[in-house]
């Protein structure tokens, strides 16, 4: 009976369900929330149908100061009803900025845990590396496709890496540097070896594939993570 295989865009298919639904459910949310929200605000007409209400229950309010006192309730009706129409747009720009930032929160939460699962697979997998060609003259190195111009110190440091690799060697931080400087490692200070990896790294550029490709072990070195094989020195 044959395993079951799982594709790749069986996995993609999945993934976009899954951000649909998440969109759905935060826009439902939003929505509920503001149309709660907007039912439970007081109506802007009310304090005007209340002074109207005054004016209709006290008719015998004839004074000029009664009169002017009724007049400025009803400008103070109209302000309120002025503001609290202000009011409800400022709440629903809220609403929709509130909208957009938690989408955009849900899909780039999504592009990160995407591209986590894909750096385990490629760590897992390791760099599938074709072909290493280090030009001495040039200072360029060949990656597969990929050209890369290097420092002097940089190019050193990979050519004697790769050199240890076809070897089978691992170098320590201490060693990288004897071979280099043409001293004993005893003479060497670890550090200055990880100084030489660190900047071979920077001068690769592409962090994930300068990891990768120049692989640290621990309490023994470091040591390049491709096969022998497809090293050259020209």
């Known amino acids: 009976m044959p395993a079951p295989t799982s594709f790749a865009t069986d996995t993609r298919l999945t993934g976009n369900r ?4 998440g969109i ?13 929200l907007f039912l439970n605000l007081p109506s802007a007409n009310a304090f005007n149908a209340r002074v109207e209400q005054i004016f209709i229950e006290n008719d015998a309010l004839t004074g000029e100061a009664e009169i002017k006192l009724l007049e400025i309730l009803a400008q103070s009706g109209t302000a309120f009803s002025d503001t609290l129409t202000s009011y409800r747009v400022v709440i629903f720009v809220l609403m929709v900025f509130a909208t957009a930032l938690l989408v955009a929160a849900l899909v780039f939460l999504v592009i990160i845990i995407g591209q986590n699962r894909r750096m385990d697979e ?21 990656l597969n496709d990929l050209e890369f111009s290097l420092t002097e110190a940089a190019l050193e440091t990979l050519a004697v890496l790769a050199e240890a690799r076809m070897d089978e060697d691992v170098l320590t931080g201490a060693e990288l540097e004897g071979v280099i ?15 030489r990896i660190k900047r071979l790294r920077d001068s690769l550029g592409n962090q994930m594939m300068a990891e990768l490709l120049v692989k640290t072990i621990a309490r023994r070195g470091y040591m390049l993570s491709i096969d022998k094989d497809v090293i050259r020195m020209v």
Do not use: H, Q, Y
Request: aromatic share 2%.
């Open 18 to 21: 899954v951000v649909a639904i």
């Open 181 to 195: 400087s043409g001293r004993d490692a005893s003479d060497c200070e670890e550090a200055a070896g990880a100084t």
């Open 122 to 142: 490629i760590e897992r997998a390791g760099l599938r590396v074709k072909s290493l060609v280090i030009n001495r003259n040039d200072r360029t190195v060949l």
């Open 24 to 36: 759905a459910a935060i826009v439902a949310i939003l929505t509920v929330a503001a149309i709660f």
